[in-house]
């Protein structure tokens, strides 16, 4: 949705959070996890890790830990 739609990382964790119910968007969550972490994650259970993660790792875009994700802090 984010780069299909063009949405915006805030909406779209707003359409989770109040529509289906989420205590917290999958980006938010992405963010408080750690983007490094998360790919570690993916790579660790063999999932496709999306290209766009490990293009905001390469520029440092760690999430809340750095004050720089998909939201901003």
């Known amino acids: 949705m ?3 739609d063009g949405l915006a990382p805030s909406d779209i964790d707003a359409c989770m959070r109040f ?3 989420h205590p917290l968007g ?5 963010d408080l996890v750690g983007i490094d972490v998360s ?8 999932a496709a890790v999306p290209e766009r993660l490990y293009r905001m ?5 760690l999430g ?3 004050k720089a994700g998909f939201l901003e802090y």
Not at 26 to 30: H, I
Not at 39 to 46: P, Q, R
Not at 57 to 61: C, M, Q, R, T
């Open 2 to 4: 984010l780069e299909q």
């Open 19 to 21: 529509g289906a119910g």
């Open 26 to 30: 999958p980006l938010a969550l992405l």
């Open 39 to 46: 790919i570690a994650i993916g790579e660790s259970i063999g």
């Open 57 to 61: 790792a390469e520029e440092g875009k």
């Open 64 to 66: 809340r830990k750095v």
